[in-house]
């Protein structure tokens, strides 16, 4: 009877084990939906503010670069289809950032100018908004291709 005992128990062990491991796999499962669920949810409340500001004003287009993971702040790639002056990057760069994160509470987004001959892409400017920090990180390249940063406290 001893034996038939340690059986029992050792059955029951395992069942214990298994369902544990169950509950612990459908947990892992849940929470790789409900994360994709508010990812494809945050991706679809910031799309369309500054995307639309953007189509409607005929500035360029939008695309959005999104891991999927839902952890890292979504970003967007600007594409101007005309040169932008280099006189004019930062300011169009400072403004740009500044309705990214009043419509979207975007934070990083860089501007490029796709040459229609060449095809080939010229990055303009990159910024970088913290919004504990109230501050904006622009790099922005003149016509020789040096980058340039500047720092500034924002207030939006």
């Known amino acids: ?46 799309k369309h503010s ?6 409607t004003h005929h500035i360029g287009q939008l695309t959005d670069i999104d891991t999927g993971t839902g952890i890292e702040p979504m970003s967007y790639v600007l594409t101007l289809g005309h040169p932008l002056p280099v006189d004019q990057r930062l300011s169009f760069a400072v403004e740009m950032a500044r309705l990214y994160a009043l419509y979207d509470h975007g934070q990083s987004l ?23 920090a109230r501050q904006l990180t622009v790099l922005w390249a003149d016509d020789q291709g040096s980058m340039h940063t500047v720092k500034q406290p924002v207030n939006w």
């Open 50 to 55: 500054f995307y639309e500001y953007v189509v």
């Open 1 to 46: 009877m001893h034996t038939t005992d340690v059986k029992r128990r050792k059955a029951r062990s395992q069942v214990y084990l298994a369902i544990a491991i169950a509950v612990l796999a459908l947990m892992m499962l849940g929470l790789y939906a409900y994360m994709r669920q508010v990812a494809a949810a945050r991706a679809a409340a910031h």
């Open 110 to 132: 860089t501007i490029v100018f796709a040459d229609p001959a060449t095809k080939r892409q010229q990055t303009l400017a990159e910024t970088q908004y913290d919004a504990q």
